[in-house]
Each structure stands twice: as C-alpha cells, then as structure tokens.
C-alpha cells in the first residue's frame, strides 16, 4: 500500500511554514531518508491577510488563493493536506468543500491535544489573532470537548497583535516578557491551559524551547496529527 502524501497549504505565514515542516520531519518515526514522508508544501506569501478580511470585508479575500493552493496540491497527488494557520480555518468548510482530499483541521486537532495533554482542563486562554478570536472557531469547537475558551482582554489582545505582525511576521525578536506576562494573566483568570491559537506564537515557543504542561501548542497538535495519520505512531 502507498504510503499517503502530506501537502501544506502554507505562506500564512511563511515562518510558521518553515517550522510546521522541520516538525513533520522531528516527529516523524525515522531511520533513514526513505522512512520520512513525502511532503509537497507550497509556501504562499501572497495570500491576502486573513484577519484583515474577516475584521474588515472590504479587504482582498484569501479565500480564492487558498482554494486554488489546495486544488493545486490535491493536483499533485497529495491524500492530506494541513494548513498551519489558525485563522485561515475560518475558511475552513469552503476549503474542504472544494478539494476531495481531507483538509486537517488545526482547531479540532488543537482541542484533542488539549484534551489528552490536560484532561482536566476546563477553561483555557486562547490566545491569538483578533481575527481568530472574532471568528470565534475555538468555541465552536470547544464545546464538543466538554472545554470553555477564554479569551485575552482588549489591552492583551492588542499586544497579542503587536507580537505576531509587528515582531514575528516583521522578522523582529518577539517581546518575550509581554508573552509570558500574558500567559500568566489568563491563568490567574482561571485557565486550567492556555492555548498559542497562532502559529506566529508557535514560531515563539519554538524558538524559546517552552516546554510547560499549561502552554499548548496549536502547530505541535497538527504536526503530531498528520505524522499520526500518516505513519500510525508520532514522536513527541
């Protein structure tokens, strides 16, 4: 039986792109080359921002490029394809509905690492792009795994956005105090976990080496659920 091919529908953002896929390749059970899987991953820049749109409907749409980005992959053979970026999955169903692939979906997988790495959580903090957080795609999830979101305030949220366009996006090194300080916040608001809803901050943890039980990473959950899907067992 041929072994399934991952495609990434990528570039939103490209530095989440380049981790998302070092991550396949870490994760992935792997003696030799031939073991890893194949991977085609179409790192797209010039796709239109996605909270621009959905906070502002006036804005170019990154629906269409998105879609045509999927075909394109579904094209070249690819039997899965992800797409490491938390706000483009308010786009979610009309990208599924247009490839015959199966779209992996960083929400739902997010919310199941939750559930199994934290199993009594019952609140945790979202953090992540005002796109992302009106769109409300974590709450509607949420509910199917017994979890309540929690949301940043509006100065939080702000930064939240100064630290993934300004800073990671820009190339900058992110204002690692303003994180933490933060992450610290929403759990003294009650968050049993807070969860990095943007695959900018996934860029942080990396780069940082955060390895705490109550900060979970969107990017990891999604990595670990094709590798998963894929070749039957993850590292981790």
């Known amino acids: 039986m041929t072994e399934k091919t991952l495609g990434v529908l990528g570039g939103v953002g490209p530095l989440a792109t380049v981790y998302f896929a070092d991550l396949i390749v870490k994760m992935t059970p792997a003696s030799r080359d031939q073991d890893h899987?194949?991977?085609?991953?179409?790192?797209?820049?010039?796709?239109?921002?996605?909270?621009?749109?959905?906070?502002?409907?006036?804005?170019?749409?990154?629906?269409?490029?998105?879609?045509?980005?999927?075909?394109?992959l579904a094209s070249l053979g690819c039997d899965l394809i992800a797409i490491p970026c938390n706000t483009a999955h308010f786009f979610y169903d009309e990208i599924q509905k247009n490839v015959d692939v199966r779209v992996m979906n960083i929400i739902e997988e997010t919310l199941r690492f939750a559930r199994r790495t934290v199993p009594q959580a019952q609140k945790?903090?979202?953090?992540?792009?005002?796109?992302?957080?009106?769109?409300?795609?974590?709450p509607h999830v949420a509910e199917r795994f017994g979890i309540e979101c929690i949301y940043p305030d509006e100065r939080d949220a702000a930064t939240l956005m100064r630290i993934i366009y300004d800073e990671v996006k820009a190339g900058k090194p992110a204002d690692e105090k303003a994180f933490f300080s933060i992450v610290e916040r929403m759990k003294a608001a009650g968050c049993d976990a807070v969860i990095l809803g943007c695959t900018e901050l996934s860029a942080i943890y990396y780069e940082l080496h955060i390895r705490r039980p109550d900060i979970l990473d969107s990017m990891t959950a999604l990595a670990a659920a094709c590798v998963t899907e894929i070749k039957g067992s993850v590292l981790l």
């Open 124 to 138: 945790v903090g979202i953090l992540a792009t005002s796109g992302t957080l009106q769109s409300n795609v974590y």
């Open 37 to 72: 899987i194949r991977t085609i991953v179409s790192n797209n820049p010039k796709i239109p921002d996605r909270t621009d749109y959905i906070l502002d409907r006036t804005k170019p749409d990154p629906l269409p490029a998105m879609v045509a980005d999927a075909k394109m």
